[in-house]
Every structure is written in structure tokens, then in C-alpha cells.
């Protein structure tokens, strides 16, 4: 009996022969629970010990120190822009209610009325004084003050409306330093001939003053434009391209085959700031305003010889400048600008006596050391430059 039994376990082989010796302690497993964490003694050699139940994705990011937007921060509404951009245009401030931004909305509604405030004072200027020269300049300056507000605001209102509370890029234009640029300028004006012009230019920016010389040759040499700025910033916040500046601009134009020379003295303040310090909305968004003052005057020659430097002019008028416009950044490294012009000594005429010039620009740094320039002037005639500025 005992042979018998031995044959059969031979036969059934030595894995039956252990089970029957373990028992029923040591029977197969149970199926696993999916839910239930691994045994720390199968985990393979390093890894972390077992935290229980996976994190969602958010419980992830709350543990890495992610932070839910503030309630003060709305994000950006394309329905708040649309209501800024058409209905808004007549009612500054709705994109901003809209998303909840009600303080911001009421600084803009009352920018719009001070914009009308100071266009309905100049037109009444004019009107009361039959637009004299006497008081031309301040007709001047309350309507393109009033009318650089009223634009502003209601971009202000589209803007930070679309995009929220979230800042623009930070100002990538140059603070100081010196910068050569070499440029190709094209003028299409009915009241010049001249059209293709070279410009050389080299900024010397020491930060507290400044010194811009340029040479601006027509390709046949038939006129030539010789320019300097000195300046000085009088105050710099703690944002460098917050500043303030008062220079001196003097401009000469030769035109050797009439033998005729225009010279041009102007001294003006610029200032630039950031708006952020106001409308959380439109931080690096910035204002800049540039008001000059000077004398334009003509020379003409006796003989066939171009008139000297400071010979007098036999004919000369002055003259007001007024600059407004607004920069920021649209992208890390590219730099856009819009500023309406009223200057009657530009190289491009305004569409009208009383409107002025648009100008746009884009300088793209390419590196720290090389921009690339771009802009587009338009009037009565128009205007385009295009070229690179090397840093120094």
C-alpha cells in the first residue's frame, strides 16, 4: 500500500506534494483590491513609500504651491471687451464694470469727461477769439489734450477689459547706454520731390543726459538734414522708464541745387509713465507726451552758395509741438508705439491745418546688442523707416 502511494505522488509531482504539506493557510491569494495600497515589501529597492489614495490633479498642484486667482484679479472678457469697444466708445468704463472692476471703470468714466471738458473749452476758445493767433496755441493744446484722453481712456477700457488684470510684458526698450542706428527712409509727400534717404543716428545715453546726432542724406544729395537732441532727465522713478526730461532739438535742412537752407531751434519736455500705477489693468501700459516750443526760419542765398550756419533767416515763424501716444510691449523682446503728431515743421504734412500725423513703430530686439526698427508715418503724404540699431 505504501508503494502505491508513493507512485501516485511521484506521478502527481513535487508541487502537490508541498501543498499538501502547507495547508490551508498557505492556499493561493485572493484577487487584489485596485484600491488598496501596495505592500511596502513588493515596492521595488528606492522608491517612496506608499501615501494612500492618488492626488487629483488639482490636490497635486495645491501641494506645489499653486494659488487660486484673487478675487480682486478678474481674468480677461471678451463679451467686457466688445461692450468697451462699440457702446463704450460713448461710455468709458462699461468694459471694466462689466467684469467687475468697478473702481477702475469710474477713474475712466471721468477721464472721458475731463476729455470732453478740455475739447468743448478749445473749441470755445476758437470760437470766442475768431481762432487769433494769440490764443491759437492753447486752442491747440486743450483739443489735442482732450482728444489724447478721450482715445486713451476708451482703449484703456477695451484693453484691460479683454485682458484682465494680468500685466503687460515688461518695457523692453533701452533706459541708457549708446546705440548706432543705420536706416532707410522713404517719403511720399505732394509738397517735396524727395523720396529715398539714408539716416545715420548715434544715441550717447549716459542715463541722467543725453546727446542724439543725426544725418539724414536724400539719395541724389539734393537735400540734407543735419539734427542734434541734448537733454536731461529731471526725475526717474523707481521703473527707469518712468522719467521726465527737458531738452533742446536743433535741426538744419540744406537744399544745395535751390541754395536754400531752413533752420529750425526747439526746446520741449517729454515725460513717459506707466498707467499701472493707477489701472491695475494696464500695468506696463505707458503714456508719453512730448511739448516743444521754437523758431523756424528760412535762408536764402545772394549768390550760388548755400547760406552759412546761424546767418540769419530772412524768413521765420514759431512754432508748437505737441506729441501724444501710448507704448508697450507685445510680445518679450517686441516694442509697440502709436502717437499722434501735431508738428508744422515734419517731413510729412498733416492731412489738415487742424488734425495732425499718425505715427506706429515696432523695434524688435533681436539680441541685446541689435534692434530692428520699423515705423509708419501718415498725413497728407506718408512715410516709412526701416533699420537696425547696434549697441555700443
Known sequence: MTRLLLAVALALGPGWARAQDAGPADAPDAPLDPSAPPDPEELPAGAPPPTGA???????????????????????????????????????????????EEKTAL????????????????????NATQDSGEVGGARRALIH???????????ADVLGALKGAESFPDDSSRVEGSTFSLAYR??????????????????????LVYVVPQVDLEAD???RTYQVDVGARVWRGRNKHNELAVGARLRRVEMPDFYVATEQYEGYVRWKLDLGQFVRSLRNFYVVN?????????????????????????????????ESGIELNTGPRTHFGLRFIQDPTHDVAPASKESGLLEAGLVHSYSDDLDIEFSLVGGDGWAVWLGTGFGL
Open 54 to 100: 492618488e492626488l487629483t490633479p488639482l490636490e497635486q498642484a495645491l501641494t506645489e504651491g499653486y494659488a487660486d486667482r484673487p478675487e480682486d484679479e478678474p481674468p480677461g472678457s471678451l463679451l467686457g471687451g466688445m461692450l468697451a469697444l462699440v457702446p463704450g466708445f460713448f461710455v468709458h468704463g462699461l468694459g471694466h464694470f462689466y467684469t467687475g
Open 107 to 126: 477713474q475712466l468714466l471721468l477721464t472721458e469727461v475731463a476729455a470732453v471738458g478740455l475739447i468743448v473749452g478749445g473749441v470755445v476758445l476758437g
Open 145 to 155: 489734450a482732450g482728444g489724447f484722453l478721450f482715445v486713451g481712456s476708451w482703449l
Open 186 to 207: 522713404f517719403t511720399s509727400d505732394p509738397l517735396t520731390p524727395f523720396r529715398h534717404h539714408l539716416v545715420t543716428q548715434l544715441s550717447l545715453d549716459a542715463g
Open 221 to 223: 544729395l539734393a537735400e
Open 290 to 322: 512730448r511739448v516743444g516750443v521754437g523758431r523756424y526760419g528760412a535762408l536764402i542765398a545772394d549768390d550760388d552758395q548755400l547760406p552759412g550756419f546761424f546767418s540769419g533767416s530772412e524768413y521765420g515763424f514759431p512754432f508748437l509741438v505737441l
